[in-house]
């Protein structure tokens, strides 16, 4: 029997008019008056921190806004709001937004109160110590940032996406509220989404997975694939938007305590490279590294195809399987995704060095078969020409 730990120290607040409890939640932690608000420009204009940030003021806190930051958030970002974290003597850090406000306001926290680059504790250089308290508000339904002790990071110079990782990155509150999402853009939802769902297939299947992490992703993915099309299709189909922040909260769980793997290692080389939204990059690899995994494992496949309802119980492995490929290759085609040969910026001169990256990425190891860069490449240009 295999020894596993799994950890969880957020307290997690979810429903709808949560976010508007924001000011009484900080009061009762007793953590300080000095806020950074994290969030990104999109966020901002779509009207959803204006309402946080005035209660805030309201209720006696000192708030600072930092939004210069990206899609696929930089160190270089991240490093400019540690300053002004220092520069406001801030308490803590209060991200609003998707993934990226989520990732860049963890570093910050970390980076703010002890100096250094993200990529000093990605490297090991830097001890992950004396982090501000961290409080996410997510606006999409997607990372699951909010639940975990990960930051996805890129280095400007190289273009490498750096994870950092610990338990300390951990948010002490997450304020989940499906109202915040109701004005996410289709496209926007549709990426977000499979992300959640990669991450609930990828904490469930690694080779680092536990129990606790299997159950809670085993309901996510059942939780996401049903969602999802309805969320798409109407944003503001409140049962919808509500299951998938549910949803995306549960993959965050899942992988949270456990790992990604392959499908995310070769997204995030292409986000480092062409600033792929991560969810598109994630959704164009997904079909091809199950196909690649479930060779040498079909009964764990077979399970998932069932999950998702792509499969009946009285398939066989074989058969559950192949209904898991077509599934999930005709499930993100009726979201719209493109296809990898239509993402701008993708060139197949730049695939050794996605391949490069990709071995590179801590995940690697973790994906539930051994795969090598030769295997890397030839997903690669299976995906390419689909």
């Not at 989520?102 to 100096?115: E, Q, R, S, V």
């Not at 004396?130 to 990960?150: F, M, Q, W």
Request: hydrophobic content about 45%; charged content about 20%; proline content about 5%.
């Amino acid at each position: 029997m295999n020894a596993y730990s799994y950890y969880c120290s957020t307290r997690i607040e979810m429903g709808t008019g949560k976010a508007g409890e924001l000011p009484k939640l900080l009061h009762d932690l007793q953590k300080g008056t000095s806020v950074l608000l994290v969030s990104d420009p999109g966020v901002i204009k779509a009207g959803l921190v204006a309402p946080i940030q005035e209660a805030l003021t309201a209720a006696g806190f000192q708030v600072t806004l930092f939004d210069r930051l990206s899609q696929n958030p930089r160190d270089t970002e991240c490093l400019e709001g540690a300053v002004l974290f220092r520069d406001t003597a801030a308490d803590m850090v209060v991200a609003i937004g998707g993934g990226s406000a989520m990732d860049t306001g963890k570093t910050i926290a970390l980076c703010g109160p002890n100096g250094g680059t993200p990529a000093d504790y990605a490297d090991g250089r830097l001890a992950y110590e004396n982090i501000a308290p961290i409080i996410c508000v997510p606006t999409t339904a997607g990372t699951g940032s909010e639940v975990t002790r990960s930051a996805v990071i890129t280095e400007a110079a190289t273009h490498r996406k750096m994870t950092l990782k610990h338990a300390a990155l951990r948010p002490v509150l997450a304020v989940l509220d499906p109202a915040l999402t109701y004005s996410v853009p289709a496209a926007v939802t549709a990426a977000t989404g499979v992300d959640a769902l990669v991450h609930a297939i990828e904490g469930y299947t690694c080779k680092v997975t536990n129990p606790i992490s299997q159950a809670l992703g085993a309901k996510a993915m059942q939780t996401i694939v049903s969602a999802l099309p309805a969320a798409y299709a109407d944003g503001q189909n409140e049962a919808a938007r509500h299951a998938m922040l549910e949803g995306s909260l549960l993959a965050g769980l899942c992988f949270g305590s456990a790992d990604v793997a392959a499908v995310h290692c070769l997204a995030e080389a292409l986000g480092g490279l062409y600033d792929t939204p991560h969810g598109v990059a994630n959704s164009v690899f997904l079909p091809h590294v199950l196909r690649f995994n479930a060779a040498e494992n079909k009964p764990m496949h077979a399970d998932l195809a069932r999950y998702m309802g792509f499969a009946a119980d009285a398939d066989s492995e074989e058969v559950a399987v192949d209904k898991l490929i077509a599934g999930i290759a005709e499930w993100t085609s009726s979201l719209h995704i493109p296809k990898l040969k239509d993402l701008p910026g993708v060139r197949e001169e730049d695939f050794p060095r996605i391949v490069e990256l990709s071995m590179q990425n801590g995940s690697t190891p973790s994906n539930v078969r051994t795969i090598t860069a030769d295997d890397y490449m030839s997903i690669l240009v299976e995906a390419y020409q689909a």
